[in-house]
């Protein structure tokens, strides 16, 4: 744990949470700065900051357990849709540097919406990229 995370803090009772799910590897709490109501992230234990440092079991149980605590979220608040967030960095909005889920109901004429337009990309970008990321992977697709 960095002495000053605040997901390890709430893990370890410092700092009260209202938490509703926890297991071996994850806990699950009530975002305290709700997109919508029933805003709830998923946290893994381990303190690591990100996608890319975090532990494969650590990701796979994140996942379990967000498709668990997903399934309560839709049967108790009924919502007609649900996002799931994760960022990495600042540069990605990453407001606390330790892996988290965020779970977000939505509903229909929330007034919530992602910033971006969908507007075509240059395909030879887009296959140039494509190519650099199956070589990273170490295949060639």
Not at 45 to 66: C, Q, R, S
């Amino acid at each position: 744990m960095t002495g000053d995370c605040v997901f390890c803090k709430i893990r370890d009772g410092q700092i009260p949470s209202a938490k509703i799910y926890e297991d071996e590897r994850t806990f699950a709490i009530m975002d305290i700065n709700p997109l919508n109501p029933g805003h709830t992230l998923v946290i893994i234990k381990a303190h690591e900051p990100t996608l890319f440092d975090a532990d494969a079991a650590d990701l796979a149980a994140a996942i379990t357990a967000a498709k668990r605590v997903a399934r309560a979220l839709r049967d108790a608040l009924k919502p007609d849709g649900l996002n799931m967030l994760q960022a990495n960095g600042a540069a990605a909005f990453q407001s606390v540097p330790h892996l988290h889920l965020h779970l977000i109901p939505r509903f229909v004429r929330d007034g919530k919406g992602f910033d971006w337009q969908l507007t075509p990309g240059n395909r030879d970008e887009i296959l140039a990229n494509a190519e650099k990321i199956r070589v990273a992977l170490g295949g060639k697709g």
